[in-house]
């Protein structure tokens, strides 16, 4: 349920689609939708060249056929690589997709959009910079704006001075800051994103009297929705947008 705090849907296909398609492609996306999700989490980093595409991993080999760190290549050669054949052979030639393309698909299918900011070392600003003036630009036309999120700071402040008026997420995972609550005004956040076992009832309370939601991630099983859910935690990324929307 939407809030004036979280104006998004209460759960997010995590990776595009979760389990239904190869992760960060466009059928993953259109697989979400299609089982009925409203809004899909994915990441963004760049090329060589700066063209922001969707990718979990610094490196290529788990869901392409390619080889060695993404940012050492150029968009033409990463344009090239099958990012739908690990997953299963009827998605075959599924191409890397640009964050442009993305964010058309998203608009077309009317899902909202969580936009993780992946980038690799040293480019922190670049990558926040760059994929936040491509999101104004991608959803300029949609009710909602999209949430970029990050584990970065860095990246975080250089996508609040790029747009200003796209909502941020802060993701944490491990420990959580003793300080957490001044970093989340100091990086302009409007939700924590937790790792699921961080969350807890004070902690829920004490973001939501601070005026911040909280999404928790990875969720993928009914006892752990339920009980997040009976905290009020805001949102819940899963890979199982097809199980755990009736739980």
């Known amino acids: 349920m939407?809030?004036?705090r979280w104006p998004y849907p209460d759960l997010l296909a995590h990776r595009g689609g979760g389990r239904l398609a190869p992760e960060n492609t466009l059928s993953a996306l259109v697989a979400g939708a299609l089982f009925g999700s409203r809004m899909a989490e994915f990441d963004v980093r760049l090329s060589r060249d700066n063209v922001p595409f969707l990718l979990h991993d610094d490196t290529l080999e788990r869901t392409t056929n390619g080889q060695g760190p993404a940012a050492g290549q150029d968009w033409q050669q990463l344009a090239r690589l099958d990012a739908g054949n690990w997953f299963d052979p009827r998605f075959a030639g599924e191409e890397l997709p640009r964050l442009a393309d993305a964010a058309r698909v998203c608009c077309e299918h009317g899902l909202d959009a969580n936009v993780e900011i992946k980038p690799c070392p040293g480019r922190e600003a670049e990558t926040?910079?760059?994929?936040?003036?491509?999101?104004?630009?991608?959803?300029?036309?949609?009710?909602?704006?999209?949430?970029?999120?990050?584990?970065?700071?860095?990246?975080?402040?250089?996508?609040?001075?790029?747009?200003?008026?796209?909502?941020?997420?802060?993701?944490?995972?491990?420990?959580?800051?003793?300080?957490?609550?001044?970093?989340?005004?100091?990086?302009?956040?409007?939700?924590?994103?937790?790792?699921?076992?961080?969350?807890?009832?004070?902690?829920?309370?004490a973001a939501h009297a601070a005026g911040l939601a909280v999404l928790a991630w990875t969720v993928n099983d009914l006892a752990t929705a339920r009980r997040l859910r009976t905290l009020g935690v805001d949102a819940l990324c899963t890979d199982m947008p097809d199980g755990l929307v009736a739980g």
């Open 128 to 205: 926040g910079r760059i994929v936040a003036t491509e999101c104004a630009h991608g959803w300029q036309r949609a009710a909602v704006p999209p949430l970029l999120s990050s584990f970065s700071p860095e990246a975080l402040l250089a996508a609040r001075a790029a747009a200003p008026q796209l909502n941020l997420g802060w993701l944490i995972e491990g420990t959580l800051p003793a300080d957490w609550l001044a970093q989340a005004r100091t990086l302009g956040v409007m939700a924590l994103h937790l790792e699921h076992a961080l969350v807890d009832a004070p902690l829920v309370g």
């Open 2 to 4: 939407t809030t004036p």
